[in-house]
């Protein structure tokens, strides 16, 4: 999984309660990105971050926020939990946009259940 | 009309044959088109990158893209069981180089 790793693999909590998942690299990558992917939907781009502090929406932004306080480490928070964001949440990252060349590679994922 | 749209499957082929798997697009600034692979609960894995028309090979596996008209497709020679997997089309977004476009993927089944 190109050095990332997603805590915690698996959550269960309750609807209303915050939430925060981890994804921390040790590729030294400028970029990181959180997705979601449900049945139907494919992989959606919640937020990403082209650098330490900077960050940027992405197509299902609503109900989540991020932070990237170190290179290595980036937090998907969601704010209070709705049984709609009930889906696998992947953690990706890429070294260079140059050209377009924008190759991701994948963390292993977090399923989390809201119930 | 769906940015990346991949043909619906699922696919089943023998094991042995050539696997064909079509990806559209709809921008027509595109210009790095990416293929994953997912297990079943697994991670997508980064397989083929190709940036130029024409074919790419690399072992099994190749990737031909048509600007022109606007496809990249990905052929697996010699199909394994090992490769009955969700093959995703992912394309980038001209107007925001951060992102990539992914399509709904399509399901192979290699029959032993």
């Known amino acids: 999984d190109a050095g990332i790793t997603q805590s915690p693999r698996h959550k269960v909590t309750e609807t209303g309660t915050p939430v925060t998942l981890r994804c921390h690299q040790t590729?030294?990558?400028?970029?990181m990105y959180w997705y979601r992917q449900d049945p139907g939907h494919g992989l959606r781009l919640i937020h990403y971050?082209?650098?330490?502090?900077?960050?940027d929406k992405g197509e299902v932004s609503d109900g989540y926020s991020v932070s990237r306080s170190k290179t290595e480490d980036f937090l998907l928070t969601l704010e209070s939990a709705t049984s709609s964001q009930t889906s696998v949440y992947f953690c990706?990252?890429?070294?260079?946009?140059?050209?377009?060349?924008?190759?991701?590679?994948f963390g292993p994922g977090t399923r989390l259940t809201v119930l | 009309q769906k940015e990346v749209e991949q043909n619906s499957g699922p696919l089943s082929v023998p094991e042995g044959a050539i696997a064909s798997l079509n990806c559209t697009y709809s921008?027509?600034?595109?210009?790095?088109f990416f293929w994953y692979r997912q297990y079943s609960g697994k991670s997508p894995e980064l397989i083929m990158s190709?940036?130029?028309?024409g074919d790419k090979e690399d072992g099994r596996f190749t990737a031909q893209l048509n600007k022109a008209s606007q496809y990249v497709s990905l052929l697996i020679r010699d199909s394994q069981p090992s490769d009955s997997a969700t093959y995703l089309c992912?394309?980038?977004?001209?107007?925001?180089?951060?992102?990539?476009?992914f399509g709904a993927g399509t399901t192979v089944t290699v029959r032993a």
């Open positions: 992912a394309v980038n977004i001209p107007s925001n180089d951060y992102k990539l476009s």
């Open positions: 990706a990252i890429s070294e260079s946009m140059a050209g377009g060349h924008n190759e991701q590679f």
């Open positions: 921008d027509r600034g595109s210009q790095s």
């Open positions: 190709i940036y130029s028309n």
């Open positions: 590729e030294n990558h400028r970029y």
């Open positions: 971050s082209y650098g330490v502090k900077d960050t």
